[in-house]
């Protein structure tokens, strides 16, 4: 009796041990697993090291009309579905990016009849939502006031609102994409509070019919290296008063080691440590794999640079446990497919318990 007493103790601290393992490795996957997600991009396949650093995913062009139907008709999902799998198998939130953007439309788009480009567009968002359900967030248009799609008049045009197509494309995103959360997305908006005042005007027209979830602002280098920090926050405290969620979307910023470093420090936490920030999204982070050059954090020998040390100091210790309640903004749509949802852990509360497999 004593001997099973025993063994039943020693399983169960077995257990103890290997359970907390188990959450701890899963708790310290990223640099931060608190109420707010850190994201990257995924050009192709996902890195060795992409989890080791973020927990979301938004593919970096896989996504976009052009990339998917580069010929009318033949659409190409490949790239589309890598990032995906890798994100709901690991019940990352998932962004689709974009629905509607004129600078990566398809080209044959622009010479259709106007009905013929409303049904195209009606017809590929629709594709979209039925391939991707599990789509956390969406970005339905990106850059309305940049660039504005070729189709815009066959969708609604400027209309009694001045922005009736983007009105249309969230209407057909809400209906194709019922569970993911529809944002819009754009340059710009972080160094300039009279552009911030034209991009609101939109958000609230979208959101007096209930068909925005939040705003997504990219902070590219090109505004984020010389952007005042009092700038910043008069841009978030406009975006903040729309009661929309915020979404950092497309965060980069360049220079040597120690003038990115100096960046990350001044600026991130502006950012990251504003209540309406419920998530950012970084822009790549390996040499050589950016879009811009010494944007990177990572470098090609997998050594890191300076700014991506700070940001795992800076994250580290701070940030709570994911919460997972329904009122949370990051993972509530995100399900892991059937084929891939991992069994419960059970405790089989014999006297000599079988080891946990290591995952």
């Not at 994201?39 to 052009?66: C, D, H, L, M, R």
């Not at 950012?271 to 879009?291: D, F, R, S």
Request: some cysteine; proline content about 6%; glycine content about 8%.
């Amino acid at each position: 009796m004593k001997n099973n007493i025993k063994k039943l103790v020693g399983g169960l601290a077995l257990a103890s041990v290997l359970l907390t393992s188990v959450m701890a490795g899963n708790a310290s996957a990223a640099l931060t697993n608190g109420p707010k997600f850190l994201g990257n991009i995924i050009a192709g396949s996902a890195p060795a090291s992409f989890a080791t650093y973020w927990n979301q995913v938004t593919p970096e062009n896989a996504t976009k009309w052009g990339a998917v139907e580069g010929n009318r008709n033949n659409m190409n999902w490949g790239g589309a579905d890598t990032s995906y799998n890798y994100a709901v198998s690991r019940n990352l939130p998932f962004k689709f990016h974009t629905l509607v953007w004129g600078s990566q439309e398809p080209a044959w788009v622009a010479g259709l009849s106007a009905a013929e480009q409303k049904s195209e567009v009606s017809a590929w968002i629709t594709a979209a939502g039925q391939r991707y359900p599990k789509s956390a967030f969406v970005d339905v248009v990106n850059e309305p006031l940049h660039a504005k799609p070729s189709y815009r008049n066959a969708i609604g045009g400027d209309g009694s609102t001045g922005w009736d197509w983007v009105i249309w494309s969230f209407q057909q995103a809400r209906a194709a994409f019922p569970n993911a959360k529809l944002l819009i997305n754009e340059y710009g908006i972080i160094g300039d509070p009279s552009l911030t005042d034209k991009y609101v005007t939109i958000i609230n027209h979208l959101k007096s019919r209930g068909l925005i979830d939040g705003i997504g602002i990219q902070c590219h280098h090109f505004n984020m290296n010389t952007v005042s920090v009092s700038t910043m926050n008069t841009v978030l405290g406009k975006l903040s008063a729309t009661g929309l969620p915020i979404y950092v979307s497309e965060l980069d910023m360049t220079g040597d080691d120690n003038t990115q470093l100096a960046r990350y420090k001044e600026k991130f936490p502006v950012l990251w440590e504003n209540p309406a920030v419920k998530g950012v999204t970084l822009w790549g982070y390996i040499q050589n794999q950016t879009w811009e050059p010494n944007t990177h954090l990572l470098n090609s020998n997998g050594s890191e640079r300076p700014a991506l040390k700070w940001l795992k100091q800076y994250l580290g210790g701070s940030s709570a446990l994911m919460e997972t309640t329904d009122s949370m903004d990051i993972t509530d749509s995100v399900i892991q497919p059937d084929s891939m949802v991992e069994p419960e852990l059970q405790l089989d509360l014999q006297p000599v318990l079988e080891p946990v497999p290591a995952e």
